[in-house]
């Protein structure tokens, strides 16, 4: 019931910064939790960064160096990605969490490519 459209993904040199955008069809007040993945080449998709209830996670390998954020208004969930590097290169999916019925629903974005390159 939830679509979500990723964009904002592109190429960009080692150490430079980029910001992916998600914009949901649902109000990110009705959301639980809001996500990002990532999924590069031969390798399975991983958990890149989770929003939900005021509280933000990353994983290890992007702390410090990407910030997950949302606005409401705009149903719109961010990965700022800063000093990006050849590893982060991959499909970014943004992921949304609904609750009904006592049980977690998940929705999947179509996803965007970024390649870190020189």
């Known amino acids: 019931q939830v679509q979500l459209v990723e964009s904002g993904g592109g190429l960009v040199q080692p150490g430079g910064s980029l910001r992916l955008s998600c914009v949901s069809s649902?109000?990110?007040?009705?959301?639980?939790?809001m996500g990002w993945h990532r999924q590069a080449p031969g390798k399975q998709r991983e958990l890149v960064a989770i929003t939900s209830g005021g509280t933000t996670e990353y994983a290890d390998s992007v702390k410090g160096r990407f910030t997950i954020s949302t606005d409401n208004a705009k149903n719109t969930a961010y990965l700022e990605m800063n000093s990006l590097e050849p590893e982060d290169t991959a499909v970014y999916y943004c992921?949304?969490?609904?609750?009904?019925?006592?049980?977690?629903?998940?929705?999947w974005g179509q996803g965007t490519q970024v390649t870190v390159s020189s």
């Open positions: 992921n949304a969490r609904i609750v009904g019925n006592s049980t977690y629903y998940y929705y």
């Open positions: 649902r109000s990110i007040f009705s959301i639980n939790a």
